[in-house]
């Protein structure tokens, strides 16, 4: 079974720049989630879409963060304009019917 | 608000030591936990699980953990450990029942393996 896909893994950007993530969730699984994990600390979930609707995007910076999953499988993640303090890795996760997650290589992003 | 906390931000132990790492969570209403842990250069997997009954869980390599509901507590135990378990290991908690599944995680333990 393949896993999660996500790309890119790495991006380097100047502050204000646009940056998108891209992420192909394991076939068949509904559940798709974008966590944001800065270095020294756990994920924090960012999104959570169940089909192409969103569930969960209370912690997710509405002003410069939009995420979508128009087809209801593969999802991307923008940030416009990026900070400094965006610089984390960007990890996409997806869970079929069993209440595990399946976690991605995730997309480790620098804002210079 | 739900909250997972790891006591250990960076453990060293050498092989063959046995291993307990920490974990406390708040949660209302019923509650999944589980273990991941991130090799280097790897990405999150899934160590073990625990949904209902049995409360103490046994996971891929020879982990365990158990669940405490008094003490709200989620400890993973090795007796044994070996270099290639060197990792960062984070616990996670989502509601149970019906939820989506969202996870809240803990920052994270750094687990350092001597030969």
């Known amino acids: 079974e393949a896993g999660v896909a996500q790309s890119p893994r790495y991006k380097i950007i100047e502050k204000r720049q646009s940056v998108a993530f891209w992420c192909n969730p394991i076939?068949?699984?509904?559940?798709l989630y974008w966590y944001q994990q800065i270095l020294g600390q756990g994920p924090k979930l960012l999104i959570q879409f169940q089909n192409n609707g969103v569930v969960d995007d209370s912690q997710l910076p509405k002003d410069r963060f939009s995420a979508e999953r128009l087809k209801g499988v593969d999802s991307t993640l923008k940030i416009q304009p990026a900070k400094l303090e965006d610089s984390a890795v960007y990890l996409c996760?997806?869970?079929?019917?069993?209440?595990?997650?399946?976690f991605g290589p995730g997309t480790r992003l620098t804002v210079l | 608000a739900q909250s997972v906390s790891q006591h250990n931000h960076h453990v060293i132990l050498s092989e063959a030591a046995s291993l307990e790492l920490g974990c406390n969570y708040s949660?209302?209403?019923?509650?999944?936990l589980f273990w991941y842990v991130q090799y280097p250069g790897q990405h999150l997997q899934l160590l073990l699980k625990y949904f209902s009954g049995d409360p103490l869980v046994k996971g891929i390599k020879g982990f365990e953990a158990e669940f405490i509901k008094s003490k709200f507590s989620f400890n993973l135990r090795k007796p044994s450990v070996q270099w290639s378990d060197t990792a960062e290991y984070f616990c996670?908690?989502?509601?149970?029942?019906?939820?989506?599944?969202?996870?809240?995680f803990g920052q994270g333990t750094i687990l350092t393996v001597h030969p």
């Open positions: 949660y209302g209403g019923t509650v999944n």
């Open positions: 996670a908690a989502g509601a149970g029942g019906t939820s989506y599944g969202k996870l809240t």
């Open positions: 996760a997806s869970r079929g019917s069993a209440d595990t997650q399946y």
């Open positions: 076939s068949g699984h509904a559940t």
